[in-house]
C-alpha cells in the first residue's frame, strides 16, 4: 500500500505516494523528474545510479525509499552552485574523463562522496574506493586524472 515520503533532496523538500520499498532511482527519474542519475545495472554493481545519502555514496538502485526518508539526498543535478560547477564536474570535463558519459554522473557522485571522505587521496586509494564504478568506454585513467584534479581545487578553495 503506498505512503507518503518526504524527502530532502538538493536542498528542496518533497513529498511523494509510494509503495515503501520502492527504489530511490525509479523515484528520482520516475516521479520527481531527476533524470541526472542513470538505472544501469539495477543490482547496485555498476555505480550509474550512485547518488549521495547524507554524504555518503549511495546505489539508488537498490536502495527503498523507505530507507531514504528524512535523509539528506543529493543528486548531479544538486552538485552545481549558481552557474558555478562542481571542483569535481568541472574536472572531469576538463580532463575530458567521459566518451559516452553514460557513468558519469555516477563517477562523480563516487568522486565526491571520496573527497568528502579523504582530502587528498593517492592514486591507489581511488582506484579501491571507484572500484564499484563501471566504465565501458574505458576512460579510467582520465577519471582519476579528474579526481587528483578535484582534489587540488577542493583543497585550494578551502580557508
Known amino acids: 500500500m503506498p505512503r507518503k515520503y518526504t524527502l530532502l533532496i538538493n536542498g528542496q523538500s518533497f513529498s511523494v505516494d509510494v509503495e515503501p520499498d520502492e527504489k530511490l532511482l525509479s523515484v528520482l527519474r520516475d516521479e520527481l523528474d531527476l533524470t541526472g542519475t542513470k538505472y ?10 550512485t547518488v549521495l545519502i547524507d554524504g555518503r555514496a549511495q546505489r539508488s538502485c537498490i536502495t527503498p525509499i523507505s530507507a531514504a526518508s528524512g535523509k539528506s539526498i543529493t543528486t548531479v543535478e544538486g552538485l552545481a552552485k549558481e552557474d558555478r560547477l562542481h571542483p569535481v564536474q568541472q574536472a572531469f570535463l576538463d580532463e575530458e574523463a567521459m566518451q559516452c ?8 557522485m563516487s568522486a565526491v562522496s571520496l573527497l568528502n571522505q579523504k582530502q587528498d587521496p593517492s592514486n ?26 578535484a582534489s587540488g581545487a577542493m583543497k585550494e ?3
Open 40 to 49: 544501469g545495472c539495477g543490482e547496485g554493481q555498476c555505480g550509474a545510479c
Open 101 to 108: 558519459a553514460y557513468c558519469t554522473s555516477g563517477m562523480i
Open 157 to 159: 578553495s578551502r580557508p
Open 124 to 149: 591507489a586509494e581511488i582506484l579501491q574506493f571507484m572500484q564499484g564504478n563501471i566504465c565501458r568506454c574505458g576512460t579510467y585513467p582520465r577519471i582519476v586524472a579528474a579526481i587528483r584534479r
